[in-house]
């Protein structure tokens, strides 16, 4: 197939979207078919930019704009004239909302038959960062959500929890697919590294119970409650990654580790240095990281809400918290920490490693390109 893929997110960014449009690529590319990237470009004055190519497809980048330090891309008649030059099979939107609305109304213009990923909770979003008026924008985002979705021929949701929202909302034509993981890159034999045992050593030099954090340091991701996991015994907090809220939560959590930005194996190796992983996020559609962490051989805690109700089987996996209950992550990490514990937090990692190892990008791809001719099909149905 010939696949145009039109992202609201791209390199250098690196978040959910992003990572999950390389993995297509690289598998798009592994099982031969042929692909076009059309995403937000970098300012001029960046010290990074958008990549010309990637995986050996040409990488389109467009006009952006700063938004809340997220690089949005802006619509413009070009993308006619890029997809008219590929001349694609099929369009894969990732997460649309304004540079994905342009190619989906492009698709239609042209004729292409297209697949949206529906992959962030943009209504919990803006609630979050509207005071007093957040269940109005939320209800306005909705909305805008719902005509966008319209467009497509086909709206994929990552999660079960995602997938009744956006039917509850309206939105036609949905279907459930989720996230591969490498699970050669995570894996709980990275534990016996050098470099894993090295860290281990600097960041738990009294033996504590090292609870890991993976993800954007962001307000979204709720991570104000971490706060609560200072009264565990025996522990210490490291976090990975970066974002507006490191300082807050530097002062909040002044004997927490912050890691930073990782990448690939060193971010496989932190993921083995851990002893349990924990996320705050409610409004996850799906916990990409959560997936990583289970693929590492950890035991995940997370909130009972949204992707996470996917993921984690409690009791067997990890546990999920009540995030509605103050002191209930802490209560739910309590059993998993100090020596006594080991036990346990092996077998549940073990059985989590179990249950996603399965779920790898190329297979997850190849049902992509069934959706794909899924959506293919039903345009020459409806043009016939």
């Known amino acids: 197939m010939r696949v145009a893929i039109v992202t609201e997110s791209f390199l250098p960014a690196l978040n959910g979207v992003t990572t ?34 990637y995986a050996g497809f040409p990488v389109h980048s467009v006009t952006s704009v700063p938004v809340r330090q997220f690089r949005v891309g802006l619509p413009s008649y070009e993308i006619e004239t890029v997809l008219h030059r590929f001349r694609p099979d099929v369009m894969h939107v990732a997460s649309p909302f304004v540079l994905g609305v342009r190619g989906l109304t492009a698709a239609r213009a042209l004729g292409i038959p297209s697949v949206a990923v529906y992959q962030t909770d943009m209504p919990s979003y803006i609630r979050q960062h509207s005071g007093p008026a957040g269940n109005l924008t939320a209800r306005a985002a909705w909305r805008w959500i719902r005509r966008i979705h319209q ?48 860290l ?10 090292l609870l890991g954090y993976v993800g954007r340091l962001a307000p979204e991701k709720e991570l104000h409650r971490l706060v609560e996991l200072a009264s565990v015994p025996g522990t210490r907090l490291v976090l990975v ?39 705050t996020g409610t409004r996850e559609t799906f916990g990409q990281t959560l997936q990583e962490a289970a693929a590492a051989g950890l035991p995940v805690v997370a909130p009972a809400r949204g992707g996470p109700l996917d993921l984690v089987d409690v009791g067997v996996t990890g546990e999920l918290f009540d995030p509605d209950r103050p002191g209930d992550l802490a209560a739910r990490v309590r059993p998993l920490v100090g020596p006594g514990a080991a036990e346990l937090r092996e077998r549940m990692g073990l059985t989590g490693r179990d249950r996603v190892v399965a779920r790898s990008w190329p297979a997850l791809v190849e049902q992509l390109v069934g959706y794909y001719a899924a959506a293919i099909r039903e345009v020459s149905r409806s043009v016939v």
């Open 20 to 53: 999950s449009v390389l993995k297509v690529l690289e598998c798009l590319r592994d099982q031969g078919h042929e692909a076009l990237v059309i995403a937000p470009g970098t300012s001029p004055w960046s010290p990074t930019t958008t990549p010309e190519h």
């Open 151 to 198: 467009q497509a021929d086909l709206t994929l949701a990552p999660s079960r929890a995602a997938l009744e929202d956006l039917r509850a909302h309206g939105v036609p034509r949905t279907a459930l697919w989720g996230r591969g993981v490498d699970a050669e890159l995570f894996h709980p034999g990275r534990r016996t590294d050098v470099a894993t045992a090295a």
């Open 200 to 209: 281990r050593a600097r960041l738990a030099p009294h033996g504590e119970t």
């Open 241 to 279: 990654g970066e974002g507006p809220s490191r300082e807050m939560l530097q002062a909040s959590l002044p004997d927490a580790v912050f890691l930073g930005r990782c990448e690939g194996l060193e971010l496989a190796q932190a993921y083995a240095a851990f002893d349990v992983f924990v996320h």
